[in-house]
Nanobody, 123 residues
Framework: QVQLVESGGGLVQPGGSLRLSCAAS????????MGWYRQASEKQRERVAT???????NYTDSVKGRFTISRDNAKNTVYLQMNGLKPDDTAVYAC?????????????????WGQGTQVTVSS
């Protein structure tokens, strides 16, 4: 079993900052890509940012220059620093990891999701 625990969401005024964290724990042998996704009310889930084991990053266009994704491989943790927040950034943010874990005696790669944390940008 793998657990992803997120923290750092909340209410912030436009132009403000938040830092999201997501720590993975459990029967993890290796983690490949890690990322953050968001889903606003009545909209489809959107990929926000991803980061590879080697540190290569990718961002959706709307957050480039404002958000920064990073990871601590020793802690199996991924972060999302969000600056210059806008009302359009309001959504539930969830982390995702692609991890090698043991299930029923077998090693396999799987995607795991956090429970999500609410980010609300409003004055």
């Amino acid at each position: 079993q793998v657990q992803l625990v997120e923290s750092g969401g909340g209410l912030v005024q436009p132009g403000g900052s938040l830092r999201l964290s997501c720590a993975a724990s459990g029967s993890i042998f290796s983690i490949n890509a890690m990322g953050w996704y968001r889903q606003a009310s009545e909209k489809q889930r959107e990929r926000v940012a991803t980061i590879t084991t080697g540190g290569s990053t990718n961002y959706t266009d709307s957050v480039k220059g404002r958000f920064t994704i990073s990871r601590d491989n020793a802690k199996n943790t991924v972060y999302l620093q969000m600056n210059g927040l806008k009302p359009d950034d309001t959504a539930v943010y969830a982390c995702n990891v692609f991890a090698l874990t043991r299930e029923s005696g077998l090693l396999r790669w799987r995607n795991y999701w956090g429970q999500g944390t609410q980010v609300t940008v409003s004055s």
